[in-house]
């Protein structure tokens, strides 16, 4: 698993071991970020169950502001500063130990974007449903959702709107924001690979 663009394009991150985690491929990693362009620069962004940190470090090195990475594994939270740190974005990410909703219900921080990858065994009506419920999103947040095909994504969460979805293989990428959130482009589109 790499980089897939900005300043750290190239470098190679660690996975943790056995199966836990899925790492979003680079292939999906890259589609994510070409969608959100320049939303990115400058952005507070939050990496729920951030696994490897991934996405996350691609953030960092796509010029988002500081990234904040959430996981309650361990093992995922040592790789996790691991590659933070070989990447050489340290001074713009805070790696935290805490359940995702534990931790969208308690922060007083506010994003410009948040991606979550949860557990298979999760549905993502209800991460989406916590998420929108925190007082967490900046005016214009997106929230973005990876999940499996398999899953539906939900048209709404409360005051989240799908705008957009994208498929690769057994990976679904939805986008949502909320119903007083900026206008897109985007709206409405749909993208498969």
Excluded: C, W
Excluded at 11 to 34: E, M, Y
Excluded at 151 to 161: D, I, T, V
């Amino acid at each position: 698993m790499r980089i897939t663009g900005g300043t750290g394009k190239g470098r190679r991150l660690r996975v943790p071991a056995g199966d836990r985690v899925r790492p979003t491929s680079d292939k999906v990693k890259q589609a994510l970020f070409n969608m959100l362009g320049e939303k990115v620069a400058g952005a507070a962004f939050l990496d729920l169950y951030a696994g490897t940190g991934g996405i996350g470090i691609e953030a960092l090195s796509r010029g988002a502001g500081r990234v904040v990475f959430i996981d309650d594994s361990r093992s995922s939270l040592q790789v996790i500063r691991h590659n933070v740190e070989q990447s050489g974005f340290g001074d713009r990410a805070q790696v935290t130990a805490a359940r995702a909703e534990s931790f969208v219900r308690k922060t007083e921080e506010r994003f410009d974007i948040v991606f979550l990858d949860p557990p298979y065994t999760l549905e993502i009506a209800e991460v989406l449903a916590f998420v929108e419920e925190a007082d967490l999103l900046q005016p214009g947040a997106v929230v973005i959702a990876e999940h499996f095909k398999k899953q539906e994504s939900p048209r709404k969460a409360g005051n989240l709107s799908l705008y957009r979805e994208a498929r690769y293989g057994d990976t679904v990428l939805a986008f949502y924001r909320a119903a007083d959130g900026m206008g897109s482009d985007a709206e409405g589109q749909e993208g498969t690979s």
